[in-house]
């Protein structure tokens, strides 16, 4: 097994028996039983790479539907939880402008001095 890194797929072509990945740089890397290939959503959204035969529909149509954007973690430490557990404090708002309460089971609860100790 290789593990190859290259800067810029051109093109990835398979048959039943083989399958082939040409780099921008003309490289050719060939694998019998198949290839993971693994690059940034908007470089298969701007169809950068051709594949041949085409993805199957229904894979190139999950690609179409999948969104980019920005997403931030925030953690917060607390000695204590001084809200409702049982109740949702934040809301996602929904493609339709619609608020849709966060489940409360979602959080999870650390101990502080379980943190301060590691």
């Known amino acids: 097994m290789a593990l190859t890194v290259s800067p810029s797929l051109a093109a990835a072509t398979s048959s039943p028996s083989r399958v082939r990945v ?3 740089s003309g490289g050719v890397y060939e694998a019998k039983l198949g290839a993971i290939v693994t690059v940034p959503l908007g470089v298969l959204k701007a169809g950068g790479i051709e594949f041949v035969p085409p993805l199957p529909h229904d894979k ?3 690609i179409d539907k999948l ?3 920005v997403l ?3 953690f917060l430490v607390f000695e204590r939880a001084f809200w ?3 109740k949702a404090i934040f ?3 929904q493609p339709d402008g619609s608020l849709a309460p966060v489940n409360p089971d979602g959080f999870i609860e650390l101990d502080p001095k379980a943190l301060q100790s590691a």
């Open 22 to 24: 040409h780099d921008a």
């Open 67 to 69: 969104a980019m954007g």
């Open 72 to 74: 931030d973690k925030v």
């Open 60 to 62: 190139q149509a999950a």
């Open 84 to 86: 409702d557990l049982k």
């Open 91 to 93: 809301f996602n708002v």
